[in-house]
């Protein structure tokens, strides 16, 4: 059936949206004033199921064939009009396709439905036309980078090079964080995009890593990727990890022609990258990566034309350093590059949860217990972190730290700066008198004048502590450990801050509240609230596990 997705999303996923649309034309060079006006195609690309994609390319005004850039995305291929002036310009031609069921395009109008071939069947026709010089790379973030992800699936041999700007391979992992639902996420971006009504129905009903998302998991295909990339994402970005576990993924895991010719830059973005500003912070230069390691017209030159700018002797990852942003002298807020990521040595440092609220790096002596009471239909609100369309990034916690069902554990102030890079997890021991909740731990920095900004976050639902393709509600009364992913941060917290983690069990809407029942997801609207308890001790040391890197 036709698209009727012409309804444009809110201001504040369309803005961001459109940043990330045209992030290429910050990243690149200036498009030339002078360039005659590209020649304009429009074509309807059979897939082999019969369905037409509409598909429109810009061509330089001079005969031959060229390099090809494509990207394909769900937000009307005429946006990609400035890419292809500006491509076209450089001597490329430009690929801009709406992706099935969206806007010109046929089929069913469900989101990355039946993409990996899609994406095949379009690459086998580009390869055939006449105007193809045979070297093609792939562009696009956010869902554009999802599509390029998905090409994974069945190999990306035809492709000479990708820019992925914050997607991820793992379509599980971005509706479903820790086996949570990711409510405003997904449920505002699948509405104000208008996908068809029967969308979210069939992601709600796949709670469980099952063979829907395998399916459609590229982060199982590694091996099948021959293709040099850049990978771009930012710490507040709702695929933050993913970008980087696909940086690796690529890296380490990916065939002779990935592997050792992956690129990573990471900044202090949320969705919008090449930000200085997120959330509540500024920090400084951060929209502004060393060099010219972001220019995608670059990377394309390098891989498609052979150019030798060395854009491929670039070292692998270059990433920002959080620090205090209101400390002109504070360590940290610049760029730094590493050969790999995580980027350097740290030491796995335990931060044990203290019944007296306090966090330290020594076990507490004695067994004790913390408890809070979780009301679904009272939840705790979402203030920030890796939201779409919530307001992101670093905002300061202290509204919801006095409440009663979050658990605040802080630090003594540091003496000397500390710096933390790389993946964060903590190990809690719980015990619930309910057959299955929710728990949030989250990271922040808390500055000397009180205030205290989440740096990340990690949540897991109780029932999938085995793991996320399996249920085991809880025991009421029995204690169990559970280890939660709270992602990836690099950050100095400077003298005389303190670290901070909370313990909870909502974020809503950010997430979905676990109305603490045990039933199937979404089965009825029953709700219960839950005695929630955090075990501490010798014998039940619940901890967060902190990478802290040796002072420079």
Not at 29 to 36: D, F, G, I, K
Request: aromatic share 10%; charged share 20%.
């Amino acid at each position: 059936m036709k698209s009727s997705s012409r309804q444009l999303p809110t201001p504040r996923l369309l803005a961001t949206l459109c940043a990330l649309l045209f992030t290429v034309t910050r990243i690149a060079a200036q498009e030339s004033a002078t360039a005659p006006t590209p020649v304009k195609l429009e074509f309807k690309v059979p897939m082999r199921d019969g369905v037409h994609l509409a598909t429109d390319v810009w061509l330089p005004q001079t005969n031959g064939a060229f390099p090809v850039v494509m990207v394909r995305f769900p937000y009307n291929k005429d946006l990609g009009a400035g890419l292809g002036r500006d491509g076209c310009a450089r001597g490329y031609a430009v690929v801009s396709q709406d992706t099935r069921g969206r806007f010109a395009s046929e089929g069913e109008n469900l989101p990355f439905r039946l993409d990996a071939p899609d994406g095949k069947d379009t690459l086998s026709w580009l390869l055939k036309q006449p105007w193809c010089g045979g070297q093609v790379a792939t562009w696009g973030a956010s869902a554009g980078a999802i599509t390029q992800f998905q090409l994974a699936i069945d190999g990306t041999d035809p492709l000479a090079a990708q820019y992925l700007i914050v997607g991820a391979p793992n379509l599980y992992d971005v509706v479903y964080t820790g086996g949570v639902f990711r409510k405003a996420l997904i449920e505002d971006w699948i509405r104000t995009t208008r996908y068809a009504t029967n969308a979210l129905a069939i992601w709600v009903g796949h709670p469980l890593y099952d063979d829907y998302w395998r399916a459609q998991d590229a982060s199982r295909h590694y091996a099948a990727v021959n293709t040099p990339a850049i990978h771009v994402g930012g710490y507040w970005d709702i695929f933050a990890q993913a970008t980087l576990d696909a940086f690796v993924g690529y890296q380490e895991q990916g065939g002779p022609g990935a592997r050792g010719r992956q690129k990573l830059i990471f900044g202090p973005w949320a969705h919008a990258v090449l930000q200085d500003k997120v959330g509540d912070l500024t920090f400084p230069g951060g929209k502004n990566p060393p060099g010219n390691v972001h220019d995608a017209w670059r990377w394309f030159d390098r891989w498609l034309k052979g150019v030798a700018n060395h854009a491929d002797r670039d070292p692998a990852v270059t990433y920002y350093v959080l620090g205090d942003v209101t400390d002109p002298n504070a360590p940290g807020n610049t760029w730094r590059t590493a050969d790999a990521w995580p980027p350097c040595p740290a030491s796995p440092t335990p931060y044990y949860l203290q019944a007296d609220r306090s966090l330290s790096t020594q076990k507490a002596a004695a067994a004790a217990t913390l408890s809070y009471r979780h009301d679904p239909t009272h939840p705790i609100p979402t203030i920030g972190g890796g939201q779409l369309t919530l307001p992101a990034g670093p905002i300061n916690q202290n509204p919801i730290e006095s409440r009663d069902d979050l658990l605040v554990f802080t630090s003594e102030p540091l003496t000397e700066p500390t710096e933390v890079t790389g993946r964060v997890r903590a190990r809690l021991w719980i015990e619930s008198d309910a057959p299955d909740t929710d728990f949030f731990v989250r990271l922040c920095d808390v500055y000397p004048d009180g205030r205290s900004f989440n740096l990340c976050e990690g949540v897991l639902r109780a029932r999938f502590r085995h793991g996320l393709d399996r249920e085991q509600l809880l025991t009421p009364g029995e204690i169990q450990p559970l280890d939660i992913d709270c992602w990836s941060t690099s950050v100095i917290f400077n003298r005389g801050h303190r670290l901070r983690v909370h313990v909870s069990s909502s974020s809503a809407p950010g997430f979905d509240p676990n109305p603490n029942t045990g039933e199937p997801f979404r089965a009825s609207d029953r709700a219960r609230p839950a005695r929630n308890t955090i075990h501490l001790g010798p014998d039940h040391p619940s901890h967060v596990l902190l990478p802290v890197v040796a002072a420079r």
